[in-house]
Every structure is written in C-alpha cells, then in structure tokens.
C-alpha cells in the first residue's frame, strides 16, 4: 500500500471505528458523535460533517443503498436521497441527562476505580486486535449493555481525563457489563492457601 497524503482530518477526534466507502464516498465516525463524508480521491475533500447526539465505537456497516450507524443510545438507518431530517431511529433507549450530584458522583468515582483494579479478559487480543475485538462486541450486545458501557466510559472521561492507558481502562468499562460485574481477577490467596493445604493433607496420607 502506498500512503498519498497525511492531512488531519478536521472535526474528529477519539476515532475507534474503521472507515467505509461506497459511491466514491468514505463514511467516518468518532466517539464523540461526528459524521464525516469525504470524496474518494487522493486529496481530502471533506464534503459533510454532520454532529448526532450519541457515541459511535463500532464501525458503520452498508447494505444497498443504506448506510448503519450503531451509537450507543440509537441505531441510525441513513438512505440516499434522505435529507438528515428524516433518519428512521431503528431501536431507542431512554436517556437520562440528569446532572450528577455529589453522592453520585463519589459512588461512580468507587466504582470506576474498583473496575481500574479488574485485570484484562483473557479473551482480549490488544495491539491491532482492539478495535475488532470491541466491534464485535457491540455489534452482538444487547442495547442495554452497549449503553452503559458507554455511560461508564463518559464518566471515565469526565473524572479521570488524564488515565494512562484509555484502551485499556475502555476494555475493563466493557468485560465488567459483559460479565455483569463479575471478578475475572487471579484466584484469592485463600482459595490458593485452600488448595495448598489440600495438597499438603494428600502428601501425609501418601507417606502412611
């Protein structure tokens, strides 16, 4: 592959999904709700940008004529010859925008780095594996699911803007609503004291 030309694409930022192109156009999306359309070509020609009111993570998908954007509150259908106006809204969850109180807050706060703690899924490929590991995963979970990892992930944002490893603490945010919050942590030093005893209790009954 030969790279024409690198030009900062203007109005995205935190980009995790993969661009799509079809009739001589290429669809991009960001996790802060930007649409960008570009024009195939070898110089960046930006031919719109539009702003939803949502987070898109997975990368968009095309069939026929339609365009499919999954967010993490909506799953838009796009169709041409469509003005914006009129984008069909396939499935909807209710959204809370209530601003966060003080109790609220220090409760998320526990919460976030109670999850900072989890140790990586097993299952998690990291490197190049990032972003199809977690496209898959949104492409197959529940709404309610992709919802709150994208509720928790706003927070980790707002509350600790500047965290070392953001892929990273995204994926710990998604194992820990996958697994309803389930410990995926190393096995305790009492379950491990458990078994050495049990070894140790086999050893003297071998030995009589």
Not at 10 to 33: C, Q, W
Not at 95 to 111: C, V
Not at 120 to 126: E, G, Q, T, V
Request: overall charge positive; proline content about 7%; aromatic content about 8%.
């Amino acid at each position: 592959s030969q790279v024409i030309e690198k030009d900062r694409l203007p109005g995205l930022g935190g980009i995790y999904s993969s661009p799509v192109g079809a009739a001589g156009r290429i669809y991009m999306t960001d996790r802060k709700g930007t649409v960008l359309v570009l024009e195939r070509g070898d110089k960046t020609k930006v031919l719109a940008t539009n702003q939803l009111d949502d987070d898109f993570h997975a990368s968009p998908a095309l069939a026929g004529k339609k365009l499919f954007l999954r967010g993490m509150r909506f799953l838009y259908c796009l169709e041409e010859e469509r003005a914006p106006a009129k984008q069909k809204v396939v499935s909807k969850l209710p959204a809370e925008k209530k601003p966060p109180t003080a109790s609220s807050t220090k409760s998320t706060i526990g919460l976030l780095m109670q999850i900072a703690k989890r140790e990586l899924p097993k299952d998690y490929p990291a490197g190049k594996g990032h972003q199809p590991f977690v496209d898959k995963w949104f492409a197959n979970a529940p709404p309610e699911k992709s919802s709150r990892v994208g509720q928790l992930w706003k927070e980790q944002e707002r509350l600790f803007p500047n965290m070392k490893n953001r892929g990273a603490s995204f994926i710990k945010i998604l194992d820990y609503v996958r697994t309803n919050g389930a410990n995926r942590r190393p096995r305790s030093s009492r379950v491990m004291l458990i078994t050495i005893l049990s070894q140790f209790t086999k050893l003297i009954l071998d030995s009589k």
